[in-house]
């Protein structure tokens, strides 16, 4: 009989398994330590190419060096874009597929949280919040869209939304309200994609822990929300990008305007 697994220890990052051989994908928000970076990682492991963006020109670059570096095989692009700028998202999405020769995958990442009560929650505050997480988003799906209409090769959108979508916290009525805005975006703009033989999905994290994280958030904050997970902890940021790298791949050629949980605390 097998050892029972410890599954409040998080696992080592499994090996690639080809599941995207020949593929070409963009990544949004893919700088520095969190799930936009480990995607792009689980995505080059599975054997794509990758071009990674992010509004952060020197963590992009230190970024894109990393990968080249860990996956001289495969072709990795960089492109620095605001998500909250339609003519940079489009300029990322026509400059991706001149880096690596095309696009089959489109993974929006980018969001910007925080945490303030709606009493005290400025104009600003809540416009910014809603313009990166939701209508970046959106930009980019439409960006994407746009291409592969174009190129009429069909693709896959991977959108990451949140279990915030679902459920409350206090202090996050923003950046709750937007990734529910995520998920209607993400079943709307399926059933419009089925036509150009795109699928679009969504991952829904809790909270996958990693430097950043711990340095803009109160540790108390992110180790209540780790001890009422069923396991105990924080997800791996690898552990959601293999999820997202499952959603892009032909393991689920018949799921579009899906959201997936990533956590056990989905209500």
């Known amino acids: 009989m097998s050892e029972r ?3 409040s220890v998080a696992p080592q990052p499994i090996p690639g398994h080809g599941l995207l051989t020949g593929r070409a994908a963009v990544i949004t928000a893919a700088a520095g330590t969190g799930i ?7 995505l080059l492991a599975e054997g794509a190419d990758v071009v990674v963006s992010d509004w952060h020109e020197r963590r992009l670059a230190e970024t894109a060096t990393e990968l080249a570096a860990e ?8 492109i620095v874009c605001d ?3 339609t003519e940079q998202v489009n300029a990322l999405v026509r400059g991706a597929a001149d880096a690596i020769g095309r696009i089959d995958i489109m993974v929006n990442n980018a969001g910007l949280g925080g945490e303030t009560p709606v009493v005290d929650m400025t104009d600003e505050q809540w416009d910014r919040v809603l313009d990166i997480t939701l209508n970046g988003t959106f930009r980019c799906t439409r960006a994407a869209l746009g291409y592969f209409r174009d190129a009429g090769h069909g693709g896959v959108i991977v ?15 923003h950046y709750a309200a937007a990734k529910a805005g995520v998920m209607a975006l993400t079943r709307c703009s399926a059933v419009e994609a089925a036509e150009l033989g795109v699928r679009i999905n969504a991952v829904a994290p809790s909270i996958a822990r990693h430097a950043f994280l711990d340095k803009v958030s109160s540790t108390e904050l ?21 999820t997202i790298a499952m ?6 050629s018949y799921l579009t305007g899906e959201v997936v949980s990533v956590s056990s605390q989905r209500a």
């Open 247 to 252: 959603l892009a791949s032909d393991y689920t």
């Open 83 to 85: 998500v909250q700028s």
């Open 5 to 7: 697994a410890d599954l």
């Open 159 to 173: 959108n990451n939304a949140s279990v915030l979508g679902w459920r409350a916290q206090h202090g996050q009525a």
């Open 222 to 242: 992110l180790d209540r929300l780790s001890e009422r997970e069923a396991f105990g902890r924080a997800a791996e940021p690898w552990e959601v990008a293999a």
């Open 71 to 78: 996956f001289p095989d495969r072709k990795i692009g960089s």
């Open 36 to 42: 936009g970076s480990a995607t792009a990682r689980r």
